[in-house]
């Protein structure tokens, strides 16, 4: 399995100065559609599930309060590990996990490269389930009642969490720069994770990973600038 990203746009993300021209190219690619559709079906399944019974509860406030605080190491782990995986490394060299990103650093403007493919999307989308289900169906136990409520609810919780991170992730790219201070901080951090040093702020949505694992600098200065944050080699 190779996760490689579609060139799916030849449009530049440094053109975009407004808000909505951001959210126009972004509505328009694959990935935000799929994770948008997986975030509407998984709803869906909720509510149904409510109304035959099985409502809304503490294990529900439970599991979105866990997804909002896992999302930042979740973020670090991932794209430490796997997107900027050495090139000699077995994630690499046959998973190819990193091949899409190092296109990214090359040309951190080029569209077809800020977003995951289509079926990427779909196939992250199968794996969060996997993966939510694997924590949130025994946080539910803790809690007695229904399984499959709360896992639904944090399922929605978690597409929501990778929509946001492709929003942002294109919206810190543009020319446009956001009013408010988390996201304007957050467009700062991810610059500097490519102009500066490719070692440190590697959260996207959330530094609380970087926070936990020290790699984001009180000053961008306690940092070297770095030689290899295009090409990620070396």
Do not use: C
């Not at 995986?85 to 190819?96: C, I, K, T, V, Y």
């Amino acid at each position: 399995m190779v996760f490689v990203i579609d060139r799916t746009s030849d449009a530049r993300s440094n053109t975009l100065r407004t808000r909505q021209e951001a959210f126009g190219t972004w509505i328009r690619m694959r990935s935000p559609q799929v994770m948008l559709a997986a975030v509407a079906l998984s709803l869906v399944g909720r509510v149904v599930a409510a109304q035959t019974g099985r409502a809304f509860g503490w294990a529900d406030l439970a599991v979105v309060a866990l997804t909002i605080a896992l999302i930042g190491p979740v973020e670090w782990v991932l794209h430490r590990t796997l997107l900027h995986a050495p090139d000699e490394s077995f994630r690499m060299r046959r998973l190819g996990t990193g091949s899409g990103h190092r296109r990214h650093h090359l040309d951190p403007h080029d569209v077809g490269w800020i977003l995951l493919s289509g079926a990427d999307a779909a196939a992250f989308a199968m794996l969060i389930a996997a993966w939510t289900a694997a924590w949130a169906i025994p946080v539910a136990l803790i809690f007695g009642g229904s399984l499959l409520g709360p896992f639904l609810t944090a399922l929605v919780a978690a597409y929501v969490a990778l929509a946001h991170y492709e929003w942002v992730h294109l919206l810190v790219h543009t020319a446009y720069r956001p009013t408010s201070r988390l996201y304007r901080r957050l467009a700062v951090n991810h610059r500097l994770h490519h102009y500066r040093n490719e070692h440190y702020w590697l959260g996207v949505t959330s530094n609380l990973g970087d926070r936990a694992l020290r790699t984001l600098p009180a000053d961008k200065s306690d940092v070297p600038l770095s030689a290899t944050a295009r090409s990620l080699s070396g």
